[in-house]
Structure formats: C-alpha cells, structure tokens
C-alpha cells in the first residue's frame, strides 16, 4: 500500500486577502480551435488528459497512441470557465496562476488580460479593472496556443538564432524539433527515454484573488537558511551562527514601515526561538529579513543513513506599523550546510596520493560523503496527474536502495513542492538544475529576461528545502554539446561559448544567487569545475572549460558505452572526481508491456515494441524511422548474446518474457561493475566520491535505462543497486583481457573499520574447488576508502574458468556516521571469471516456498549454484521484495521478506511467485 502523504501545515502561507477562490473549483471546458471538441475539463490539467476522460482520444500510453495523437499538440486549446465567487465589495481582483503550459492568451469576461509564454514561472495579473467594468456574466478563457506550432514560427522569425546543422546537427531534434526556442518542458518534444506529446494546459492551481484595501496575497517565499557570512562555492565555517533570510513575495499594498516576526518551532509545537527579524528590507513586490540562530541551538538535518532528518517549522508574520498581522507563513525547514567542493586539490592530499587537479564533491555539515544515488526523469508525461504517494513511492524505493542523492534531471520541470517535502523527510538530497539541456540556447534579451524570471521564482520557491542540494544550469552543456560545436564550426567556437557564458554564467548566476547563498552552482553538469573563485567579480565564478593541465583530474563524469564487447572493460570506464551519469537501457518486465501493449505485439521485434525504443530518438514526428528505434534493441540483443546465455523459448510470450528479463539482468549487472568500480575510486588516486547512476524511473512502458518500471516494479538494476550501493562492499576488479582479479573492500565509514574477508571457490555444480590466492583474511579499510584483499590471476589459478565461481563475504567492524556506536557491516558478492554466456551453468534445482504467517517467501539452490536468482510474480500487485536478482550456493536457502506497494489481487498474488535463474534462460520450456 503506499503510505498516504499527509500536507501538514508546513505548506501553508496565509494573507489576508478577502477571497481566494481556487480556479479548480471552476466548470472548466477544454474547446478545439475549430469547436468541433468541447468536453469538460479539470485544472490544474492538460490537453491529453482531459481529452481522454472525456473519451474524445484513447490511453494515449496505449500502443503507438504517441504517434497517432500528434494531432492534439499541433491544435490551439481554450480552457473556459464561468466565474464564481466574485465579490463585489472587493477594491482589487487578480488572477494568479501557478504554471501554464505554456502559450497562452487570456481573457476576462471578453476582454485582453494577458500573455504567457513560460511554463516554469507563475503569471499573476491586475484584473480589477475588468471585473468592474465587465456587464455580462464573466467567463475566464485561456487559450493555449500549439507549443510546436508556436516553436516553429519563433524558429522561422526573421533574424532569429540559428545554429549550424553540418555535419551534426546539434540542435538534433528526439522527434518534435525546436524546443530549444521556448521555456516548455524540453522533453516535452520527444526524449530517448519517453513519448512525445507537448500537451498544454494550466498544469499547475491558479486562483481568483480579491482584496480589501490593505490586503496582500502571499504569492511565493524564500528561507535561505546558511552559515553567517556563506558564499556560494566557498566552504562554509561550521562555527559561525546559523543566518535565516526570510521574504515574502507579495501581490498587494506593501507599507513601508512593514516588520517581520519569527518563530522557530521543533515539530512538536514547542518555540526554539523568536523574535523580530533584524534588517527588513521592504520593496514594492517583497518584504525580507534576517534571523540569527547561534550553533547548538538546533539539531543538523543529515542526509538518508548519516543520522536523523530534524525539521522545524519557521513560521514568520508581516506586520505593519499599527501591528496588525498583514501575513503569515509558515515553513518547514532543516539545518544543514552542502557545498560542492571544487577547490584545488592540496599539496597535503597530493602527498598522500590523490592525484593532482580540483576536487568535485560534496561535503554536508563539514564532512565529506560519498554520494550514492540515481538520475529522476519527469515522473510522468503529464505532470498534474503525478500524486504525493506516487513520488513519495519512488523516493522510498531511493532510501531503500541506500541512496544519498537523487539528480533531478535538466530537461523536464522543476520539483513540485511535495516532492521536496518527501525528500526532507527521507533525507534525499534533490540535485535541481534549470530546464537546458543538450542544446544550445538562445540570448536574445526577450528570452533571457523570461530565463531570469523562472529562475528567480524557483530558486525561491524551493529554497527552505533541507534536501535541495545544488543547481546546474543544465545537462551536458560543457562536455558534450561545446565540443560537439568546436569540433563541427570550429571558426565560431567564440560565439558559442560566448552565449553558453551569457546564458549561464551573466543571467542565470546572478538571479540564483541574489536569492539563495547557501547553495552550490555550476552551469553544467557534466563540467570540470571552475578555475578559479573571485568574489570580487560581478560572476565569480571563472570556468575552466578546458583548461587543463596534463596528468591532473577534474570534474564529473558521464559515461555511455554501447558497444557490449567494452562492456566489462574496466579500463574503459572513466576515471573522475565524481559520475554523475552512466547506464545502459534494457526492457521492462512482460507484465509491465501487458498494461500499455495489445497481446499480439508482445513480441520483442514486433513494431510496436520497437517503435517504442527512442533509443535511437526517431528525429523525426512518424514511425519511419524504424531504423533508429532497431539500433537500440540491437545493443541489447548483443550484451545478451555476449554475456548470458541467449533465450529460446519455444513458446512465444515466454521468450519474450524472458528476453525482457535478460535485458534487466544484463544492464543489472554492467551498472553494478560501474557502481563497483567508481567506488573503489574513493581510495585510488582520483578520489571518486560520488556515482549517480543513468536512470531511476519511467514515465511509459518502454525499453528504457530505468531501474524502477511506470508502475513502480523494481528492474533487476534497482535489486542490485541496493545490495551494491550498501554502506561497506566487497567486490571484484577483473581485467578480462589478462584474467587478473583483485578483490577490494570499500567503505562510506566516516572512521576507519576493520573485518575480516573469506573467499570460497565453487565449481557450477556447487562443489568446493582448492585455490591458493594471495588473500588478506583480516583487513582495515580507511574513512571513505578502498582496501585490496585479494590478488590472483584466475588462468593462472583455476583449472577451469568455465566451471568457476568465487563467493566472497565480510564482516567488518566500523562506526556507521553519527554515531558512537560499533556496528558490524557484512556484505557478500559472487564472481565468474568468464562471461555467463559461455559458463558451465547447472540446473540449480530452486525450490520455493511462502510462509504467510512469516510474510515471506523462501527459496533454496538444491543442485548447483544459482545466479541472479528472481522472484516473479504477475500483474496486478506491486511488490518490492527485500531482495532480488541475488546468488545461491547449492543447498543455501534464502528467506525474502516483502513490502506490498499496490495489490488489487486480494493477496492472491503469493500464490504465482515463480523463481528462477540465469539457468533458466538455457532451457526450451
Ligand atoms: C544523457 C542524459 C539524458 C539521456 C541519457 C541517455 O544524455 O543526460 O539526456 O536521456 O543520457 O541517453
């Protein structure tokens, strides 16, 4: 069941304005251009949504509906309304709307109240003027224009930016083309890993607002809560006080001699502090102010695993000179420091072998961590259906999987508040960025004044948050989409980077950080960090691009190989500070294609499955690209065919079931040797310290790089990065092409630890094999740090490499951080010393058993060892096991306990839990 998410009284803000009447509470009516279609509709929503409720369009997640209902974007929409709850009494009216997506033109009982063209910003207009004027009964109309249509006349615009297309085009359109023009979702207009639809609508609440003479509206606010003194970037000084800046951004009559009170509670309701807020500052549209909290005052908010996650409610009141309250908000709010550290590595770190260059990590509350976590795509292609429960689901799944830090990817929409909320309480820190990526932007004033004004409104809004982590101007802008462009126009380069910097560094820095201190940025992630910090500069950030220095490291990481014959290269994988990005697509479960798929394309070359992959993105709007979408279901065939034994069933919706499978178990097991290998670099000369792995979750039903499937399934990557991303691993380094192996114990621990390793060779049919190895059974693993435990060439050492399994296990004694307690940490892994495509697989006789009074299921390997042992179960219940897609050695039974996410079985669904393992990819039947 997912836990019902209770709003609590955190998110409130309270005016005094006479009447704030929701626009949802309006009969809404979505109207066609040519009225041919007028059905009712909902708000917040968008086109597709609406259309389908009313039947007008089918499940547009059904088959290839993607492709069938193009139409729908490239039509004008009106969202209509008669007006209720109008007062007449009122001195002003406004209309405030919290996101349109994105075109619109407004009116009031038929007259002009205004233009949108930004999805990301919230519009308020002055209607009162109208509304006194208006005889008959009003009608609000929004006429949203279509966003490609639109896209593509600012593209055709005289003198209007172009970019060069030869020989690549770097503006490549994913399907729809010309995103890159307008301030609308970009994948929106196609991505590789999701349809295109570019649906419109008023996306987000909007309201009817009316006020009294003196009234103000609470429209949005900022808590920047920091060190005393804190710049961005800098490392902050734990010891200063704690600042709290406070404002309220205000529609209404802001009176000069405003002041503002505070009070800081715990979340029991008991006062920590209060007072009044030192150095107001009162402008027509905000009024701010500062309060001091000494260090020790409050408890630190830390992050999933690193201790508790304390809030506290920040509830402050404007007030103006007779004393009478004007406004109120109320925030909940954490106590934390997270800055990226990108200063030059020192000399006494140089010393003691980390290799020289800048550093790339975080440090929260003064310590450095190493960062486990995953990238989050748009949760769904139509945001306003996205629930609470439905984000708070994925992000259990995040905390469960031991995961620190979730990147919120570049191309979809900023975070709903609810979802910072949700990530506060788990203790997921939300890396943000601004919505750019893979593109080059425009800098045209016009453009650039409506970026500064989506920054400034959400960097704002989502400033109180414990979990926000860091700002990035975009996705891959400075390591991939610049050198694409000095490589393809190398004689304009100047330019390009001219308009990257006035993008990024001149419009989107300063509007960020005249609003936020206590947050990192940087324009790209991937970047190699800055050169240098000079705050005595308007932008004191100066970029290092490229400007390196042979032999030193800088910089994050993204990381893509699809050649699978590289696949288990370590020595092909990148070597940095930190990855922010790498993965491998592989296909959802059968079932989850049951739910979006007819039965007759469970097929996995029918077209509809193919059509499906965006990996390679069509370019184009129609289905004829069949090529591209082929070229990714190639990839995985291959790292199939390479490295597992290849499915034939003869039955045709098993081999299907188990080529979905395969795919999961191979990209499981590429992204956890990725996994494995960057934190074994927390202890080699880079000084890896964080991997975030390409991609959590889905938003259809298609061959994707995600770990969690639409509904919430775990993907056989999900199971295996909770096992591998657990506090203390031990884990092979295998160069296939000399048969060297090493095994390293890595460690999170804040304080070094100390176990012992044991190490067991098997044969397939789970018999004991003799192998002398250079091995350490007892180890010590430094904070944050790698130890090497054994060393032995497996051609060298084993009789047979086909016939080889080597089992290895820890118990480590450490301190788990923030506490002065000993815990002691295991962690087991399996590996083979040749691909599982040519091992000498057994049948390992699993048996399964379920115990209802216990709550799970139990399975045993009777006959020989099992790899990637997988629980199954059918449609119409979400489960997440305890653990999945593991190891079983002959005769070790394993009991997998569960947590039911949705079940509309009754239950029922325990009774069809299969298990099964790579073996099982061997066999006919
Ligand atoms: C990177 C991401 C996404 C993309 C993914 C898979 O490019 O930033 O843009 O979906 O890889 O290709």
């Avoid at 209404?252 to 009070?263: H, L």
């Avoid at 406004?327 to 420091?337: E, M, Y």
């Avoid at 705050?535 to 030193?552: C, E, M």
């Avoid at 697509?585 to 739910?595: C, F, G, K, V, Y």
């Amino acid at each position: 069941m997912w836990v019902a998410t209770i709003l609590l009284s955190f998110l409130t803000a309270r005016a005094a304005a006479l009447s704030i009447v929701e626009l949802g509470n309006f009969d809404w009516t979505i109207t066609s251009q040519n009225k041919s279609v007028s059905v009712p509709a909902k708000f917040p929503s968008l086109s597709h949504l609406d259309l389908y409720a009313a039947g007008v369009i089918d499940n547009p997640l059904h088959n290839l509906n993607e492709f069938i209902q193009r139409w729908v974007a490239y039509q004008n929409w009106t969202y209509s309304a008669p007006v209720i709850g109008l007062k007449s009494d009122a001195a002003s009216t406004w209309l405030v709307f919290d996101g349109l997506d994105t075109f619109t033109d407004i009116t009031l009982c038929g007259k002009h109240v205004g233009n949108t063209d930004n999805m990301f910003r919230q519009w308020y207009f002055d209607v009162t003027d109208i509304v006194s004027a208006c005889k008959a009964k009003s009608k609000l109309s929004i006429n949203f224009g279509s966003a490609p249509l639109v896209a593509q006349a600012i593209a055709n615009t005289p003198g209007v930016e172009k970019w060069p297309v030869v020989p690549n085009n770097i503006q490549y359109p994913f399907e729809i083309p010309n995103r890159e023009y307008i301030r609308k979702e970009q994948s929106d207009f196609g991505w590789d890993w999701g349809p295109a639809f570019a649906s419109q609508g008023p996306w987000k609440p909007g309201y009817l607002v009316q006020f009294k003479s003196k009234d103000v509206y609470v429209r949005n606010t900022a808590v920047d809560v920091r060190k005393q003194d804190q710049l961005p970037l800098v490392i902050p000084d734990q010891s200063k006080p704690w600042v709290i800046n406070a404002s309220i951004d205000l529609i209404g009559n802001v009176p000069s001699g405003a002041k503002m009170n505070y009070r800081l509670l715990d979340l029991t309701n008991k006062t920590v502090c209060s007072g009044a807020l030192s150095d107001v500052n009162v402008t027509s549209v905000s009024v701010a102010g500062l309060a001091t909290i000494e260090e020790g005052t409050v408890d630190r908010w830390w992050p999933n695993g690193y201790g508790s996650q304390t809030l506290y409610y920040l509830d402050y009141d404007l007030v103006d000179s007779s004393g009478s309250t004007l406004a109120s908000v109320s925030k909940r709010i954490g106590f934390r420091t997270i800055v990226l550290n990108s200063y030059p590595v020192s000399d006494a770190d140089i010393a003691k072998g980390i290799a020289p260059g800048n550093n790339w990590h975080f440090e929260v509350n003064g310590h450095e961590m190493y960062m486990k976590g995953s990238n989050f795509i748009p949760a769904d292609c139509f945001w306003p259906r996205v629930t609470p429960d439905f984000i708070r689901m994925i992000l259990e799944s995040v905390k469960a999987g031991h995961q620190t830090m979730v990147r919120v990817w570049a191309s979809g929409a900023y975070s709903p508040d609810f979802m910072h909320d949700i990530a506060d309480e788990l203790g997921i820190f939300l890396w943000s960025e601004f919505e750019f990526g893979d593109a080059l932007y425009p800098v045209a004033k016009s453009f650039l004044d409506n970026v500064r004004e989506e920054v400034i409104y959400n960097s704002r809004r989502l400033s109180h948050h414990p979990s926000l982590a860091f700002w990035a101007g975009g996705n891959e802008l400075e390591n991939l989409m610049l050198p694409q462009i000095q490589q393809d126009d190398p004689d304009h380069f100047d330019r390009w980077i001219g308009e990257y910097e006035t993008l990024f560094f001149d419009t989107i820095f300063p509007a960020l950080f005249e609003n936020q201190r206590s947050i990192s940025y940087m324009p790209s992630s991937t970047s190699n960090g800055w050169e240098m910090l000079d705050y005595s500069k308007p932008i004191p950030i100066v970029p290092r691009l490229y400007n390196t220095t042979a032999g030193s490291i800088y910089g994050e990481t993204d990381f893509y190989n699809y050649d699978s014959t590289q696949s288990f290269n370590l020595s092909a994988y990148p070597v940095g500070r930190f990855s922010n990005e790498f993965g491998f697509h592989s296909m959802p479960s059968r079932q989850s294609w049951q739910q979006q798929v007819d039965p007759e394309y469970l097929n996995f070359n029918s077209s509809v499955v193919v059509l499906r992959n965006h990996h390679y993105p069509s370019g184009s709007l129609n289905t004829s690209n069949f090529h591209n979408s082929s070229l990714g279901m190639v990839e995985m065939t291959l790292g199939i065919e390479r490295w597992l034994p290849t499915p034939m069933k003869e039955d045709s919706l098993k081999n299907f079931t188990a080529w979905c499978h395969a795919t999961q178990v191979f990209q499981g097991a590429f992204i956890k040797s990725q996994i494995e290998f960057y934190r074994r670099g927390s202890g080699m000369p880079e000084r890896q310290l964080g991997c975030l792995y390409w991609q959590l979750n889905d938003q259809w039903v298609a061959s994707t790089w995600a770990s969690m499937e639409y509904d919430g399934r775990w993907k056989v990557l999900h199971y295996l990065g909770i096992d591998i991303y657990s506090p203390v691993i031990i884990a092979p380094y295998f160069d296939f092409t000399n048969s060297s192996l090493e095994v390293y114990v890595t460690s999170d621990l804040w304080s070094e630890a100390k176990g012992n390793a044991k190490f067991t060779w098997y044969d397939w049919s789970g018999n004991p094999l003799k192998v002398s190895s250079k091995s350490l059974s007892s180890f010590s693993v430094g904070a944050i740090n790698t130890t090497k435990v054994l060393e032995l060439n497996a051609k060298d050492t084993l009789p047979d490499l086909a016939d080889a399994v080597l089992f290895m296990e820890h118990s480590t004694q450490g301190q788990a951080p923030n506490t002065d307690t000993t815990t002691t940490f295991t962690h087991e892994n399996y590996f083979a010393p040749i691909s599982l495509a040519d091992a000498k697989l057994v049948d390992p006789g699993l048996k399964i058993s379920y115990s209802a009074e216990k709550g799970c299921f139990s399975v045993t390997a009777t006959k020989g060892v099992a790899a990637y042992v997988w629980l199954d179960y059918p449609n119409g219940a979400v489960v997440h096991f305890d653990a999945n897609a593991f190891w079983l050695r002959k005769g070790q039974t394993r009991e997998v306990g569960y947590t039911v996410v949705s079940d509309t079985t009754g239950g029922k669904w325990t009774d069809e839990v299969t298990v099964e393992s790579v073996w099982d990819l061997t066999t006919r039947d």
